[in-house]
């Protein structure tokens, strides 16, 4: 089947670091970039990051630089996002994307950051 | 700076026809898009990217209600035969060399 599959997300306090998983099957991973993206409570969907096909370029929307760190494994057909220092307003789903036009999404995962 | 612009709402009645509006920023509306659909309780979904030609290829399993056209730098997104199960927040975006860009998305009720 082919899907994205996402996992990772949690309850972290303001300051604390979680790691996001996207587990692909179904397609050629190492043929696709990948985004994080985002969508806060009642909220629009926000892109975070990217990640090239072999991962040499990474690009993150301003809020999360130095913060957040995109990587993947092509053997382990995964992307991962390294989130440190979280925030209050880091507190969404994330969701897992395939290709700079989003042709395919995972089911997503779900950040609270609380005290 | 790449920008999207949609309306945050719109409707139309069951069995009708809508047509949503992606406006793209000066300087940009040579820019492709894509049309994604989230319902509630449910992930988003991708519904078609749509070329500056007006040329567009859609998701798998996405009905031939769906389909886009361009004039300028609009972009839009129809849907015909309005069923009850369209009524959700429907996001265009659009990528540039170091960036991707959601609109703010357009609610769509179907009355």
């Known amino acids: 089947e082919v899907q994205l599959l996402e996992s990772g997300g949690g309850l972290v306090q303001p300051g604390g670091s979680l790691r996001l998983s996207c587990a692909a099957s179904?397609?050629?991973?190492?043929?696709?970039?990948f985004n994080w993206v985002r969508q806060a409570p009642g909220k629009g969907l926000e892109w975070v990051s990217f990640?090239?096909?072999?991962?040499?370029?990474?690009f993150y929307t301003d809020s999360v630089k130095g913060r957040f760190t995109i990587s993947r494994d092509n053997a382990k057909n995964s992307v991962y996002l390294q989130m440190n220092n979280l925030r209050a307003e880091d507190s969404a789903i994330y969701y897992c994307?395939?290709?700079?036009?989003?042709?395919?999404w995972g089911q997503g995962t779900m950040v609270t950051v609380s005290s | 700076q790449l920008v999207l612009t949609q309306s945050p709402s719109a409707s139309a009645s069951l069995g009708a026809s809508v047509k949503l509006t992606c406006t793209l920023s000066s300087g940009h509306s040579n820019y492709a898009i894509a049309w994604h659909q989230l319902r509630p309780e449910r992930g988003p979904r991708y519904l078609m990217k749509l070329d500056s030609d007006g040329s567009h290829s859609k998701g798998d399993g996405i009905p031939d209600r769906f389909s886009g056209s361009t004039s300028g730098a609009d972009r839009y997104l129809t849907i015909s035969s309005l069923q009850s199960e369209d009524e959700a927040d429907y996001y265009c975006q659009t990528w540039g060399t170091d960036i991707r860009v959601f609109g703010g998305g357009t609610k769509l009720t179907v009355l």
């Open positions: 990640i090239a096909s072999y991962g040499t370029t990474v």
């Open positions: 179904g397609f050629s991973f190492s043929d696709f970039e």
């Open positions: 994307a395939r290709e700079a036009w989003v042709d395919m």
